[in-house]
């Protein structure tokens, strides 16, 4: 019997072509073909469909249809393995049947058939890390560390640089942490891609909240809620693409009915209660979501036009060529949106005479 995931992908009329994906040639064939990556859009659809076998069948049915595409993506190549992966693996975690030891032996296995060559694969090293500190923190880090070789560091590592400043944040190694914060600091840069590099910056940003918060004895200290800005507006700046604005408003609606972001964290409302600013959270809401949704857009380059643009109003040709090229647009936006959360938080605190 043929498997669903295979059905899906045969009923398909036209082979989709190389949306930028990395071309892979595995260790056992040389010759083979250039690779088609499946949309995005397949993925995720797989991915749901696991949730919801997940929820009717159980998670060991829905293990043997991860599998079984995991399976597929490896022998063709495909880096959607890394996203199965991440759906597959804790799933196996959670089947009472399947020991943690299983589970990292299978995901050992995965890791030492991809090409150790091709970078997006790297971060199959971050899945195992997450396995590993769901049983051993230390031990994460003792694994990540090995896998990454400080003296051939590349911005391809980057993501294992900040992966491992997290696992140090969670075990209270601070001083290393930020050690490794200032070495990913480096590799940021060479990111090419607009949205990549958004992304970089966030995670980075990200990271650096988590630190401030573990920090966070003196009562002055406003960091994390500096990090913690900067990381939302760029969860907001990645989505800020007039070719596909509708995300953009998605997501502001996620954050408005507070199904994403940190407006109800504990973390949050530990900090504005140290800072003695907690009857300020509605204002400091407002006035953040305010900037995020209005202003920020516009600072990143799109016009108000294509900001509240509706499938089918009219535009004109120019318009719709400027829309195309907008991904290709440097990011250099960070000093302003650094400024503005600067003195945004610096208003927030009380002044003393």
């Known amino acids: ?85 991440n759906k597959l693996i804790p799933y196996m975690r959670r089947e009472p049947s399947i020991s943690y030891k299983n589970t990292k032996d299978y995901l050992a296995t995965i890791i030492d058939k991809v090409p150790a060559n091709e970078p997006y694969f790297l971060n199959l090293h971050i899945t195992m890390a997450d396995h590993i500190n769901s049983f051993d923190s230390g031990e994460a880090i003792r694994y990540l560390s090995g896998v990454i070789n400080m003296d051939t560091l590349s911005h391809h590592q980057y993501n294992m640089l900040i992966k491992l400043a997290d696992l140090n944040i969670v075990n209270q190694s601070n001083e290393q942490a930020r050690k490794l914060l200032d070495i990913a600091r480096n590799y940021i840069e060479p990111c090419t891609d607009r ?75 530990s900090s504005i209660r140290q800072l003695n600013i907690e009857d300020k959270k509605e204002s400091i809401l407002k006035q953040l979501y305010g900037f995020a949704f209005e202003e920020l857009p516009l600072i990143l380059g799109i016009t108000k036009t294509e900001l509240y643009f509706r499938s089918g109003d009219k535009e004109s040709l120019i318009e719709i060529r400027a829309k195309k090229v907008f991904y290709r647009r440097p990011f250099k936006e960070l000093s302003n949106i650094r400024d503005w959360v600067h003195k945004f938080v610096r208003s927030l605190i009380p002044t003393t005479t």
């Open 195 to 269: 949205f990549d590099h958004i992304k970089r910056e966030r995670k980075w940003s990200r990271t650096s909240a988590s630190l401030a918060y573990n920090e966070s004895s003196d009562p002055d200290n406003t960091d994390y809620l500096y990090y913690l800005f900067i990381e939302f507006l760029l969860d907001m700046a990645r989505v800020v693409n007039p070719m596909h604005i509708e995300d953009f408003h998605k997501r502001k609606d996620l954050y408005f009915k507070k199904e994403r972001g940190f407006a109800d964290s504990e973390r949050f409302h």
């Open 1 to 85: 019997m043929i498997s669903f995931f295979k059905r899906f992908f045969l009923r398909r009329k036209k082979p989709t072509g190389d949306n930028g994906s990395f071309r892979i040639h595995f260790k056992e064939l040389e010759d083979r073909k250039p690779l088609i990556k499946h949309p995005d859009t397949d993925v995720h659809k797989l991915m749901i469909l696991a949730t919801k076998i997940k929820r009717q069948d159980g998670y060991s049915k829905a293990i043997t249809f991860l599998k079984d595409i995991a399976e597929t993506y490896l022998r063709e190549g495909n880096t959607a393995l890394v996203s199965c992966l």
